[in-house]
């Protein structure tokens, strides 16, 4: 089943996405982790229709354990651009997590090698889903990008606790409570390249990207900050809404 929904993701045509009200979600929960990617939430269009995609296909899920010792320092990467710049996007509360869309109009994107694929979505996770050995980091914020093919390209970003970040007190600030609504009608305009680390826009990221089924992830090497009561109020939203460490299988982790 796992394999048929990979299939028509990758098959169907990316129509552009919309913005339209966040009915009920897809019905989840932590308990029910293997299947979180194959839940459809028919609702929405492609590839908004999958909201969990991100979550992997098959064994090869993220997140994983980065310790040292498991990184192949050896192969060269894809070179990578996060060339997010600045958008007015919709800020919605997913009932998993605080999520933010990028507008209709948005041409920002993660340039891996020539190809940009489309930044469509950013969300926010607490604790860290990837565990760099014994560590933790306290948040974790993906980036969420769909090529017109339907393929699915996730830049994860560590946060740490330390200085407050501007553009992550904008996204709190405008954040609806309500679980499945959407504010759409904030007009903020949102420097996205402020909620990546120092060199990514560039292209001088160092990044471990996991070769995972379906969903290509990359890790940056350099986390974000925000403050600890930046930290509290993202709690107040969700708390504790990041998977367990998936096993590595027979993925490599590239590092550079
Ligand atoms: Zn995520």
Redesign the pocket.
Known sequence: MRTKILTSLVSMAFAGYVTVAVSAPPHWSYEEEPYWGALEDATQPVPLRYPYA?CGIGKHQSPVDLADEKIVKTRPLNKLAAQYGTDTPSFINTGH?IQVNTSRNFTGGLKVGKELLPLIQL?F?EPS?HVFGDKKFPA?L?F?HVNKDGRIA?LAVTIDIGKENAVFQTILDNMPYGSGEENSTAGVSLKLEKLLPSGVSTGNSLTTPPCSEGVQWYILTKSITISAAQLEHMKTFYSNNARSTQDLNERSILSN
């Open positions: 991100e997590a969300h996770h889903e974790e993906h969420v996730v």
